[in-house]
Nanobody, 122 residues
Framework: QVQLEESGGGLVQAGDSLRLSCAAS??????MGWFRQPPGNERAFVAG????????GYADSAKGRFTISRDNAKNTVYLQMNSLQPEDTAVYYC?????????????????WGQGTQVTVSS
């Protein structure tokens, strides 16, 4: 069992940056993903990273603006978000899973955090 806790969300203006953090309760080499859920919409994949950090994947909406990384010594995964736009407004969740494949499918993840709100004003 592992608990995940997101932090770093907030209210920003269009063009600003935010860095989200996801702290795990124990050391793990699980693959990690970031998902987001806008109001009235389903949860969608944003970015994923393998247990070693050597492989990453991004949704088209995140490519070139968002960067996922991890510090296994701190049991923490990060999502650096630049050039934020109002359409990035959502609750952002981190999640953990054992196998690296199917990282874009939320149903394949075993553990979830409670989410952190990101609001981008125009």
């Amino acid at each position: 069992q592992v608990q995940l806790e997101e932090s770093g969300g907030g209210l920003v203006q269009a063009g600003d940056s935010l860095r989200l953090s996801c702290a795990a309760s124990r050391h793990t080499f699980y693959a990690m993903g970031w998902f987001r859920q806008p109001p009235g919409n389903e949860r969608a994949f944003v970015a994923g990273i393998s247990g070693s950090g050597g492989s990453t994947g991004y949704a088209d909406s995140a490519k070139g603006r968002f960067t996922i990384s991890r510090d296994n010594a701190k049991n923490t995964v990060y999502l650096q978000m630049n050039s934020l736009q109002p359409e990035d407004t959502a609750v952002y969740y981190c999640a953990a899973k054992v196998p690296w494949f199917n990282i874009r499918s939320p149903e394949t993840y075993d553990y979830w955090g409670q989410g952190t709100q990101v609001t981008v004003s125009s």
